[in-house]
């Protein structure tokens, strides 16, 4: 059976797709009565604030036609941003290279959060290098939560 989130992306991706964005990822959240569902999306020019409110104008719609959440919830749209959450493999693998923070569903090693270079992806698990000598893979369906870790170039003046 499709979870909540999964059937959500389902039924938003055409929606988001036929505004010029890409669908980066949903979160769904409940807190008692009431749900929150946050929608990222992204664009290869950027995601501008205009974006975002055609793309919650139209979700908005669709979810009140179709009507998958019941009771009340907050709809958020938003930019991945820098520190942008992983979601698919398609995604780590655009990410390679780079540093990533995860939080696992269950403990490795006696640890839930994980900090390294992202190394690749080896068919559904990823490869996290945590130094030189010690490498993971990580079954992306362990994975609860990633985001990659945005890198500041100092700007130190001559």
Same mark, same amino acid.
């Given at each position: 059976?499709?979870?909540?989130?999964?059937?959500?992306?389902?039924?938003?991706?055409?929606?988001?797709?036929?505004?010029?964005?890409?669908?980066?990822? !949903? &979160?769904?959240?409940?807190?008692?009565?009431?749900?929150?569902? @946050?929608?990222?999306?992204?664009?290869?020019? %950027? #995601?501008?604030?205009?974006?975002?409110?055609?793309?919650?104008?139209?979700?908005?719609?669709?979810?009140?036609?179709?009507?998958?959440?019941?009771?009340?919830?907050?709809?958020?749209?938003?930019?991945?941003?820098?520190?942008?959450?992983?979601?698919?493999?398609?995604?780590?693998?655009?990410?390679?290279?780079?540093? !990533? &923070?995860?939080?696992?569903?269950?403990?490795?090693?006696?640890? @839930?959060?994980?900090?390294?270079?992202?190394? %690749? #992806?080896?068919?559904?698990?990823?490869?996290?290098?945590?130094?030189?000598?010690?490498?993971?893979?990580?079954?992306?369906?362990?994975?609860?939560?990633?985001?990659?870790?945005?890198?500041?170039?100092?700007?130190?003046?001559?």
């Amino acid at each position: 059976m499709a979870s909540k989130r999964e059937l959500l992306e389902e039924l938003l991706a055409p929606v988001v797709e036929s505004l010029g964005c890409e669908l980066w990822g !949903i &979160e769904y959240q409940t807190h008692g009565r009431n749900a929150l569902l @946050r929608i990222y999306i992204d664009a290869e020019e %950027g #995601v501008t604030v205009e974006d975002c409110e055609k793309v919650s104008r139209q979700a908005s719609a669709v979810l009140d036609v179709e009507d998958p959440i019941s009771g009340n919830y907050t709809l958020e749209v938003s930019s991945p941003g820098m520190d942008r959450p992983l979601y698919k493999l398609e995604q780590y693998e655009r990410f390679m290279g780079a540093q !990533i &923070e995860v939080r696992l569903r269950m403990p490795l090693e006696g640890q @839930r959060k994980w900090r390294g270079l992202l190394a %690749g #992806v080896e068919g559904d698990e990823v490869v996290l290098r945590i130094d030189s000598e010690n490498e993971y893979l990580l079954p992306i369906d362990s994975i609860e939560r990633a985001n990659v870790i945005p890198q500041f170039e100092s700007g130190k003046k001559k």
